[in-house]
């Protein structure tokens, strides 16, 4: 009898167990954080589950976590996972994502290092590690890791703009727009590409090439006043008056309180009197 009744306790608390985890699992997958970290845990208090069922529920609770913005505490979940299945791929990565957000730019990298002893060829892991370099001020390191992620990946405009963000930063410009423009190529309204150039372009007095970037950031977003404004000044300093002062008009309609809005319109006017139309394309 009492053997049978060990038996049915034994089955009682599987029983129970299974509820739980079925319970928590529905949670997060319904995007219910909240509630999938309480029942996790109450998963684990029963203490009758294989280690990879555990690392799997101490996976969720870091994504849990994560999602909700507790990134200290879905870190040390992530830990608590890998320690129980070191071979899985994705608690490193989100395990770097969050140090990444907490600014532990060290620990992101040994993270990471981790997750590419795992996938030694992972495009968005290698890119991942060049922007934490380049966050730590490690611009060489951070040009290595993006070059590889940008052999095995491409196709991705993200991995040129990032190549081209570093090569800018230690003053090789020229290669920095080469990259930009690449990622243009694949992708002609990526925004960050075109940010990028029409700064550049600004900063080399190149404003045939920053009116071109900026008219395809005004299609990108239209109707940002910031932007019609800056293609204004492109316009005004290559001596395109007329076509300054209607991007100057317009930035006055989508809002008339911009600064420097009435001062610009008058510059404009006062160059389409006193000064020859430039030719060029608009």
Partial sequence: MRWLM?????????????????????AFAAGDYENAIKLYGKTLELKKLKAGETASIRYKLGKSYKELGRFDQAVEQFRLSIDLKPDELQPYMDMADCLDQLGMYEQEIIAL????????????????????????????????EFKRALSHN???????????????????????????????????????????????????????????????????KPGVPKL???????????????????????VKTLDSAFPGVEDYIRLAERGMAHAPVKQGKK
């Fill in 113 to 144: 290092r981790n997750a590419l002893i795992l996938d030694k060829e992972n495009p968005h892991a290698e890119a991942m590690l060049g922007v934490a370099y380049a966050k730590l001020g490690q611009y060489m390191n951070a040009m290595e």
């Fill in 6 to 26: 060990l038996v049915l306790a034994v089955a009682f608390v599987f029983a129970g167990c299974e509820s739980k985890l079925d319970e928590a699992d529905k």
């Fill in 154 to 220: 491409p196709r991705d405009p993200e991995n040129h703009l990032n190549l081209g963000l570093v090569y800018d930063k230690l003053g090789f410009t020229n290669k920095a727009t080469a990259y930009w423009e690449d990622a243009l190529e694949l992708k002609p309204d990526y925004e960050p590409a075109l940010q990028n150039l029409a700064a550049v372009y600004n900063r080399q007095n190149d404003y045939e090439d920053a009116i071109r970037i900026y008219k395809k950031l005004v299609e990108v």
């Fill in 228 to 250: 019609h404004n800056n293609l204004g000044v492109a316009y005004y300093n290559s001596g395109r008056f007329n076509e300054a002062h209607e991007q100057f008009m317009m």
